[in-house]
C-alpha cells in the first residue's frame, strides 16, 4: 500500500494491478520510464516532500486515453501530478505555476482547465483527468494539399519546336521556337522565315527560375505589364524580375475563409461548399480550426459535417463566404520590376528610344484588403499609380488612381473604379476608366493623339437561375477626344438541350462614329457519341446570323477532334450568304509518333487554295535526339533500360519504351509533380523492380529523366547433399551455405531437405561453403545464363567433406 513522506515510498507495482491500469503488459520504454521515476523518488521523497504527503506512482489518464505514467503527489486535498507526464500526455500547462519536489515539477491537477475532473483508483494505480473538449489544445489543420515531387536528373537538355507551311508563294513560311535548359536555368528564342522578309529573329531570353522564392529573372525580350486598369506596356529588351506563382502550382493566392469547431469524441470533419466535398480530415476531440479549405471563387455556402466512428453524421456549422481573386491573400506579394529599350516589332523590331522603366508592387494586407503601387517611365514620361482591392460583404471593388508627366503635353490624371460580384446564380461586374486628355502611359505616344480615349464605361450582368439555362447581358460606352462616341449593348441566352445539345441566342447593337447596327445569331451546337468509330464526328454545329441591314448567312460546320496521342481528326465548314456567295474551309491533321501533319482546303469568292502545314519538334536529352510532335510543355525522358514496357502519367498509358528501354512524355505541366510510372503487368517475370511511380515536376524551359530500378532476376535455388569420405550421402539439414562474391558473401539457410535460395547470384561457377552442426563441407554452384524466369534451378549440389566440391 501507499506510505507516508516520513517512511520508505512504495514504487513497485504489481503485475496484475499493471494490466488492470493499462490493459496489459507495459511497452519497454513505458517500464524504463516508471523504473527511473520509483528510483528518483525513492531517493528524494524523504528529504524534499512534506510531512503528510502521500508519493504515488500511476498510470495517467486524460480523457480516457493512458499514455504513460506519472508520478503523483497527494497533499492534503491537492493532487499534485509531474509536469513532464501532463506534456507528454499533451496536456497545456505552460501558464500554470509549479512546485518543486525532489528535483522534480508537480502542478495542481485543478487548475488545469476550469471544470476539469481528477479522478483517482488506488486499486488500478490510475489517476484519471477528464478535460471539456473546448478546453483541449487546439488542433490547427491547414488543408492545403501538397504533393511532394521526388528527386529526378535534370541534365542539359534542348528543343526545337518547327512549322512550315507550304501552299502559295504568298503563304510560304517557316517557324522556329527552340530552347536549351538545365534545370531553372534556361535559353529561349524564336525565329520566323518569309519569303519576302527572309529570316527574322524574334524574341529571345534568358530565364532565371528560383522556385523557393517563386521568383522568376530574365535577361533579354519580355513584355512589361502591369495589374492594373491604368498602367500601360511595352516589348523590352533588358532585365526584369517578377513573382512566378505558378511555380508552386498548390498555391492559393486569394484570401481562403477558416472553419472552427469543437468535437466532443473522435471523428472525421468533412467540408462541403455549394453541395461539393472539399476537404475531410480526422480530428482528435478538442477544438480545431481547419485553414485553406480550398473554396472556389464567387460565393459559397460551406457546411461542416462530423461523423464518428459508428457513422453517425452530425451538422456542426454553416457558413456563407465569398472570395475573389483580385485580392491576395494576407501577408502574399506579387510585384514585377523591368529595364530595358522598348522594341519596335516581335519580329524584325529594332530597339530604339531611351530606355524605359516599369515596375509594381501588390500585398495583400488583410482578408479584405489589398493594396498596390506602380511606376512607369521613359525619358520623356513619368506615371505613378495607386490601387486597392477591397472585399464588401457581396462582392469585392477596384480603385486605381494614377498621374502622369510627360514633356509637352504636361500633367495627366486617371482614375479606375470597378465592382464585382461572382455568383452561382447571379454576377455582376460595372466599371469605369476616365482620363484626362493630356494623361500618358508606357508604350502611349507622347504627341497629342487624335482620337485619345478619355471615358471607358462598361457592365455586365449574368443570370443562372436554373442549370440549363444562362443569360448574359452587357454594354459598354467609349469617349474620345474631339467628341467621338461609341455604345455597344448585347444580350445573350445560352439553353442546354438534353445532355449533348445546346442552343445559343445573341445580340448586339452598336451605335457612335457613324455606325448604327443590329446583327443578331442563333446556333445549334451537338455533340456526339464516337466511342463504336474512328472517323465519324464527334460535334455538329450549325449558325444563322443576320443583321439589320437584311443581310444574312447560314453556317454547317462538322468536326472530329485530334486525339492527344497519335491519331486523326477534322474539321468541315460550310458557309452560305443570302447574296448568292458561297465560302467552304476544311483541315484533315493526323499526328503521328514524330511530327503533326495538316492540310487545309478553301474556298472563298471563287478562289480555291490548298495548303500543307508540317510541325513538329526535336529533342536532345540524355545523350539521345528525338523527333516528336511539336512540344507546348514541358518533357521528360523515361529511362528503364527494358525495352517494350508501357509507361503511364497520371495511370493513363502514354506509349511504351523505345529498344534502349527508353521513352519520351511530353505534355508534362512543369512545376507540378505528375506521376510518371511503369505498368508492373509489363514487366517480365524474370526481372525485379523497386518503386514503379514517381511524382516528377519538370522545369518551365527543359526537360528532366525519369529512372526506373528494373534489373534481371538472377535467383538460385536447390538442394545441398553432403557426401562423406566413406561415399554416403544425407541431406544437409537446417545449416547455411555460404557464397563468395564481388559484393560480399551470400549466404542462404538450409531447410530440413537441404534446400537453399539466393536472390541475386549472377551466372557462373561459385564455390559454396556448407555449415552444419556435423562440420563444414565444400562444393560447387554451377549457375546456368539463361536460368528460366530468372530463376535457376540447381537441383542437388553434392557437398564433400574438405573438399572443393564437383
Same mark, same amino acid.
Request: aromatic fraction near 6%; hydrophobic fraction near 40%; glycine fraction near 12%.
Given at each position: 500500500?501507499?506510505?507516508?513522506?516520513?517512511?520508505?515510498?512504495?514504487?513497485?507495482?504489481?503485475?496484475?494491478?499493471?494490466?488492470?491500469? +493499462?490493459?496489459?503488459?507495459?511497452?519497454?520504454?513505458?517500464?524504463?520510464?516508471?523504473?527511473?521515476?520509483?528510483?528518483?523518488?525513492?531517493?528524494?521523497?524523504?528529504?524534499?516532500?512534506?510531512?503528510?504527503?502521500?508519493?504515488?506512482?500511476?498510470?495517467?489518464?486524460?480523457?480516457?486515453?493512458?499514455?504513460?505514467?506519472?508520478?503523483?503527489?497527494?497533499?492534503? &486535498?491537492?493532487?499534485?501530478?509531474?509536469?513532464?507526464?501532463?506534456?507528454?500526455?499533451?496536456?497545456?500547462?505552460?501558464?500554470?505555476?509549479?512546485?518543486?519536489?525532489?528535483?522534480?515539477?508537480?502542478?495542481?491537477?485543478?487548475?488545469?482547465?476550469?471544470?476539469?475532473?481528477?479522478?483517482?483508483?488506488?486499486?488500478?494505480?490510475?489517476?484519471?483527468?477528464?478535460?471539456?473538449?473546448?478546453?483541449?489544445?487546439?488542433?490547427?489543420? $491547414?488543408?492545403?494539399? @501538397?504533393?511532394?515531387?521526388?528527386?529526378?536528373?535534370?541534365?542539359?537538355?534542348? /528543343?526545337?519546336?518547327?512549322?512550315?507551311?507550304?501552299?502559295?508563294?504568298?503563304?510560304?513560311?517557316?517557324?522556329?521556337?527552340?530552347?536549351?535548359?538545365?534545370?531553372?536555368?534556361?535559353?529561349?528564342?524564336?525565329?520566323?522565315?518569309?519569303?519576302?522578309?527572309?529570316?527574322?529573329?524574334?524574341?529571345?531570353?534568358?530565364?532565371?527560375?528560383?522556385?523557393?522564392?517563386?521568383?522568376?529573372? *530574365?535577361?533579354?525580350?519580355?513584355?512589361?505589364?502591369?495589374?492594373?486598369?491604368?498602367?500601360?506596356?511595352?516589348?523590352?529588351?533588358?532585365?526584369?524580375?517578377?513573382?512566378?506563382?505558378?511555380?508552386?502550382?498548390?498555391?492559393?493566392?486569394?484570401?481562403?475563409?477558416?472553419?472552427?469547431?469543437?468535437?466532443?469524441?473522435?471523428?472525421?470533419?468533412?467540408? =462541403?461548399?455549394?453541395?461539393?466535398?472539399?476537404? @475531410?480530415?480526422?480530428?482528435?476531440?478538442?477544438? /480545431?480550426?481547419?485553414?485553406?479549405?480550398?473554396?472556389?471563387?464567387?460565393?459559397?455556402?460551406?457546411?461542416?459535417?462530423?461523423?464518428?466512428?459508428?457513422?453517425?453524421?452530425?451538422?456542426?456549422?454553416?457558413?456563407?463566404?465569398?472570395?475573389?481573386?483580385?485580392?491576395?491573400?494576407?501577408?502574399?506579394?506579387?510585384?514585377?520590376?523591368?529595364?530595358?529599350?522598348?522594341?519596335?516589332?516581335? /519580329?524584325?523590331?529594332?530597339?530604339?528610344?531611351?530606355?524605359?522603366?516599369?515596375?509594381? =508592387?501588390?500585398?495583400?494586407?488583410?482578408?479584405?484588403?489589398?493594396?498596390?503601387?506602380?511606376?512607369?517611365?521613359?525619358?520623356?514620361?513619368?506615371?505613378?499609380?495607386?490601387?486597392?482591392?477591397?472585399?464588401?460583404?457581396?462582392?469585392?471593388?477596384?480603385?486605381?488612381?494614377?498621374?502622369?508627366?510627360?514633356?509637352?503635353?504636361?500633367?495627366?490624371?486617371?482614375?479606375?473604379?470597378? =465592382?464585382? @460580384?461572382?455568383?452561382?446564380?447571379?454576377?455582376?461586374?460595372?466599371?469605369?476608366?476616365? /482620363?484626362?486628355? $493630356?494623361?500618358?502611359?508606357?508604350?502611349?505616344?507622347?504627341?497629342?493623339?487624335?482620337?485619345?480615349?478619355?471615358?471607358?464605361?462598361?457592365?455586365?450582368?449574368?443570370?443562372?437561375?436554373?442549370?440549363?439555362?444562362?443569360?448574359?447581358?452587357?454594354?459598354?460606352?467609349?469617349?474620345?477626344?474631339?467628341?467621338?462616341?461609341?455604345?455597344?449593348?448585347?444580350?445573350?441566352?445560352?439553353?442546354?438541350?438534353?445532355?449533348?445539345?445546346?442552343?445559343?441566342?445573341?445580340?448586339?447593337?452598336?451605335?457612335?462614329?457613324?455606325?448604327?447596327?443590329?446583327?443578331?445569331?442563333?446556333?445549334?451546337?451537338?455533340?456526339?457519341? *464516337?466511342?463504336?468509330?474512328?472517323?465519324?464526328?464527334?460535334?455538329?454545329?450549325?449558325?444563322?446570323?443576320?443583321?439589320?441591314?437584311?443581310?444574312?448567312?447560314?453556317?454547317? &460546320?462538322?468536326?472530329?477532334?485530334?486525339?492527344?496521342?497519335?491519331?486523326?481528326?477534322?474539321?468541315?465548314?460550310?458557309?452560305?450568304?443570302?447574296?448568292?456567295?458561297?465560302?467552304?474551309?476544311?483541315?484533315?491533321? =493526323?499526328?503521328?509518333?514524330?511530327?503533326?501533319?495538316?492540310?487545309?482546303?478553301?474556298?472563298?469568292?471563287?478562289?480555291?487554295?490548298?495548303?500543307?502545314?508540317?510541325?513538329?519538334?526535336?529533342?536532345?536529352? +540524355?545523350?539521345?535526339?528525338?523527333?516528336?510532335?511539336?512540344?507546348?510543355?514541358?518533357?521528360?525522358?523515361?529511362?528503364?533500360?527494358?525495352?517494350?514496357?508501357?509507361?503511364? @502519367?497520371?495511370?493513363?498509358?502514354?506509349?511504351?519504351?523505345?529498344?534502349?528501354?527508353?521513352?519520351?512524355?511530353?505534355?508534362?505541366?512543369?512545376?507540378?509533380?505528375?506521376?510518371?510510372?511503369?505498368?508492373?503487368?509489363?514487366?517480365?517475370?524474370?526481372?525485379?523492380?523497386?518503386?514503379?511511380?514517381?511524382?516528377?515536376?519538370?522545369?518551365?524551359?527543359?526537360?528532366?529523366?525519369?529512372?526506373?530500378?528494373?534489373?534481371?532476376?538472377?535467383?538460385?535455388?536447390?538442394?545441398?547433399?553432403?557426401?562423406?569420405? &566413406?561415399?554416403?550421402?544425407?541431406?544437409?539439414?537446417?545449416?547455411?551455405?555460404?557464397?563468395?562474391?564481388?559484393?560480399?558473401?551470400?549466404?542462404?539457410?538450409?531447410?530440413?531437405?537441404?534446400?537453399?535460395?539466393?536472390?541475386?547470384?549472377?551466372?557462373?561457377?561459385?564455390?559454396?561453403?556448407?555449415?552444419?552442426?556435423?562440420?563444414?563441407?565444400?562444393?560447387?554452384?554451377?549457375?546456368?545464363?539463361?536460368?528460366?524466369?530468372?530463376?535457376?534451378?540447381?537441383?542437388?549440389?553434392?557437398?564433400?567433406?574438405?573438399?572443393?566440391?564437383?
Amino acid at each position: 500500500m501507499p506510505q507516508r513522506a516520513g517512511d520508505h515510498v512504495a514504487v513497485c507495482r504489481s503485475q496484475a494491478r499493471s494490466q488492470r491500469a +493499462g490493459g496489459g503488459r507495459q511497452p519497454p520504454m513505458r517500464r524504463l520510464r516508471a523504473a527511473t521515476l520509483a528510483l528518483a523518488l525513492a531517493s528524494s521523497a524523504m528529504v524534499r516532500a512534506q510531512d503528510g504527503d502521500e508519493i504515488l506512482l500511476l498510470d495517467l489518464c486524460v480523457n480516457g486515453n493512458c499514455p504513460g505514467v506519472a508520478a503523483v503527489v497527494l497533499r492534503e &486535498d491537492r493532487v499534485l501530478i509531474e509536469t513532464e507526464a501532463l506534456r507528454a500526455a499533451g496536456v497545456d500547462i505552460d501558464a500554470l505555476p509549479t512546485l518543486t519536489i525532489g528535483e522534480r515539477l508537480f502542478v495542481d491537477a485543478k487548475a488545469i482547465n476550469h471544470g476539469t475532473r481528477v479522478r483517482l483508483d488506488r486499486d488500478a494505480l490510475r489517476v484519471d483527468i477528464d478535460i471539456a473538449a473546448e478546453n483541449l489544445p487546439l488542433q490547427a489543420v $491547414n488543408l492545403r494539399t @501538397r504533393r511532394p515531387a521526388d528527386s529526378v536528373q535534370l541534365p542539359l537538355t534542348a /528543343f526545337v519546336n518547327y512549322a512550315a507551311t507550304l501552299g502559295k508563294a504568298a503563304e510560304r513560311n517557316a517557324f522556329l521556337d527552340g530552347g536549351v535548359g538545365k534545370g531553372s536555368l534556361a535559353l529561349r528564342s524564336t525565329a520566323l522565315w518569309q519569303r519576302t522578309g527572309g529570316w527574322q529573329r524574334g524574341l529571345s531570353r534568358f530565364e532565371f527560375d528560383r522556385s523557393n522564392a517563386l521568383q522568376r529573372w *530574365t535577361l533579354g525580350d519580355q513584355f512589361a505589364v502591369t495589374p492594373d486598369a491604368l498602367g500601360g506596356g511595352a516589348l523590352l529588351g533588358g532585365i526584369g524580375v517578377e513573382r512566378a506563382f505558378e511555380q508552386d502550382p498548390f498555391l492559393v493566392t486569394f484570401p481562403q475563409p477558416f472553419v472552427a469547431g469543437v468535437l466532443e469524441s473522435p471523428g472525421t470533419v468533412e467540408v =462541403y461548399s455549394n453541395g461539393a466535398l472539399i476537404a @475531410r480530415r480526422a480530428l482528435q476531440p478538442g477544438p /480545431f480550426s481547419l485553414d485553406n479549405i480550398g473554396v472556389p471563387p464567387g460565393r459559397s455556402d460551406v457546411q461542416v459535417v462530423v461523423r464518428d466512428n459508428f457513422g453517425n453524421r452530425r451538422d456542426l456549422s454553416a457558413a456563407r463566404f465569398y472570395t475573389t481573386t483580385t485580392l491576395l491573400a494576407p501577408g502574399l506579394s506579387d510585384y514585377g520590376l523591368r529595364l530595358g529599350l522598348p522594341r519596335t516589332q516581335a /519580329f524584325a523590331g529594332s530597339y530604339n528610344g531611351d530606355p524605359a522603366l516599369q515596375g509594381f =508592387y501588390r500585398r495583400g494586407v488583410a482578408k479584405r484588403l489589398t493594396l498596390g503601387g506602380r511606376i512607369e517611365a521613359d525619358a520623356q514620361l513619368r506615371n505613378a499609380g495607386v490601387n486597392l482591392v477591397w472585399q464588401l460583404p457581396v462582392g469585392d471593388v477596384q480603385f486605381d488612381l494614377a498621374g502622369s508627366d510627360s514633356d509637352g503635353l504636361g500633367d495627366g490624371r486617371a482614375h479606375a473604379l470597378i =465592382y464585382n @460580384r461572382v455568383g452561382r446564380k447571379v454576377g455582376f461586374s460595372l466599371g469605369q476608366r476616365q /482620363f484626362t486628355a $493630356n494623361y500618358r502611359n508606357l508604350g502611349q505616344d507622347a504627341a497629342p493623339i487624335l482620337a485619345q480615349l478619355r471615358l471607358d464605361r462598361f457592365g455586365a450582368l449574368s443570370l443562372a437561375p436554373g442549370l440549363n439555362y444562362s443569360v448574359l447581358l452587357t454594354f459598354g460606352e467609349q469617349r474620345f477626344t474631339g467628341g467621338l462616341r461609341a455604345h455597344t449593348q448585347g444580350a445573350n441566352l445560352t439553353w442546354r438541350i438534353g445532355q449533348r445539345s445546346q442552343l445559343v441566342f445573341g445580340l448586339q447593337h452598336r451605335s457612335g462614329g457613324g455606325v448604327n447596327d443590329l446583327a443578331g445569331i442563333v446556333s445549334l451546337n451537338i455533340a456526339l457519341d *464516337t466511342r463504336a468509330s474512328r472517323w465519324a464526328p464527334d460535334s455538329i454545329g450549325s449558325a444563322l446570323a443576320f443583321d439589320d441591314s437584311g443581310n444574312a448567312s447560314l453556317r454547317l &460546320d462538322t468536326q472530329r477532334s485530334r486525339p492527344p496521342g497519335v491519331g486523326a481528326g477534322y474539321d468541315v465548314s460550310v458557309l452560305s450568304n443570302n447574296d448568292g456567295q458561297q465560302q467552304g474551309f476544311a483541315r484533315v491533321e =493526323y499526328q503521328a509518333p514524330f511530327a503533326r501533319l495538316a492540310l487545309d482546303a478553301e474556298q472563298r469568292s471563287g478562289e480555291r487554295n490548298l495548303r500543307g502545314i508540317i510541325s513538329g519538334g526535336v529533342v536532345a536529352i +540524355g545523350g539521345r535526339t528525338y523527333a516528336s510532335p511539336p512540344l507546348d510543355s514541358g518533357f521528360a525522358l523515361v529511362r528503364t533500360g527494358l525495352a517494350d514496357l508501357v509507361v503511364q @502519367r497520371e495511370n493513363l498509358d502514354v506509349g511504351r519504351t523505345d529498344a534502349h528501354g527508353d521513352l519520351l512524355v511530353r505534355e508534362m505541366l512543369p512545376f507540378f509533380p505528375s506521376q510518371v510510372g511503369i505498368e508492373q503487368q509489363s514487366i517480365p517475370l524474370a526481372y525485379r523492380f523497386g518503386t514503379l511511380e514517381h511524382a516528377v515536376a519538370v522545369p518551365r524551359n527543359a526537360g528532366a529523366i525519369v529512372g526506373f530500378d528494373i534489373s534481371p532476376m538472377h535467383a538460385a535455388r536447390g538442394r545441398v547433399v553432403l557426401q562423406h569420405g &566413406d561415399g554416403q550421402t544425407q541431406a544437409a539439414r537446417f545449416g547455411r551455405i555460404t557464397v563468395p562474391t564481388a559484393i560480399g558473401p551470400l549466404q542462404s539457410r538450409l531447410g530440413g531437405s537441404g534446400a537453399f535460395w539466393f536472390d541475386d547470384l549472377l551466372p557462373g561457377r561459385h564455390p559454396g561453403t556448407v555449415t552444419t552442426d556435423s562440420g563444414t563441407a565444400h562444393c560447387m554452384l554451377e549457375v546456368p545464363d539463361d536460368a528460366s524466369n530468372g530463376i535457376a534451378d540447381l537441383g542437388e549440389v553434392i557437398c564433400s567433406d574438405g573438399g572443393n566440391g564437383q
